[in-house]
């Protein structure tokens, strides 16, 4: 019997193992998909801006801001999802729990900085419209 439950714990220790490298893989590789579309947002809206510039200066500028805060939010979503995944599943030590609570809160603030730059309000307030920012000026409106 000891070589059994011996083997047992020996084969529980292997598999815990191997599933903790296969989320911190599935961590990095979600890491990698929020850098990505960081980069493919930046030279998306920077294309948007080239081709746009000419049409209304100023409004192909405040465009440029917004595409480019969009694809950052998306982006910081993702990274704070493959941080959860690693610390959480991967290594959970207390240590590691509270610097994962440390990074979410500045990319919370972050995010909701971003947002407010984006949109021009805050994530908990409804809009009265489907995008306050890019229909006009605010400043020029009734």
């Given at each position: ?14 598999v815990m193992e191997y599933y903790r490298e296969v989320m911190d893989g599935v961590g990095k590789a979600v890491d990698a998909v929020g850098v990505l579309v960081i980069v493919a947002g930046a030279i ?99």
């Amino acid at each position: 019997m000891g070589i059994q439950s011996g083997s047992s714990s020996e084969y529980h220790r292997c598999v815990m193992e191997y599933y903790r490298e296969v989320m911190d893989g599935v961590g990095k590789a979600v890491d990698a998909v929020g850098v990505l579309v960081i980069v493919a947002g930046a030279i998306l809206a920077t294309w948007h801006f080239i081709v746009k510039r000419h049409d209304e200066p100023g409004k192909a500028y405040r465009l440029y801001r917004q595409d480019l805060g969009r694809a950052i939010l998306l982006g910081l979503e993702f990274l704070i999802a493959g941080d959860i995944i690693r610390t959480v599943v991967v290594a959970p030590t207390l240590e590691n729990v509270l610097i994962l609570g440390l990074i979410v809160v500045i990319r919370t603030f972050l995010s909701m900085a971003l947002q407010l730059e984006v949109e021009g309000r805050w994530p908990w307030q409804r809009s009265e419209e489907p995008f306050p920012l890019t229909t006009g000026n605010r400043k020029n409106e009734g």
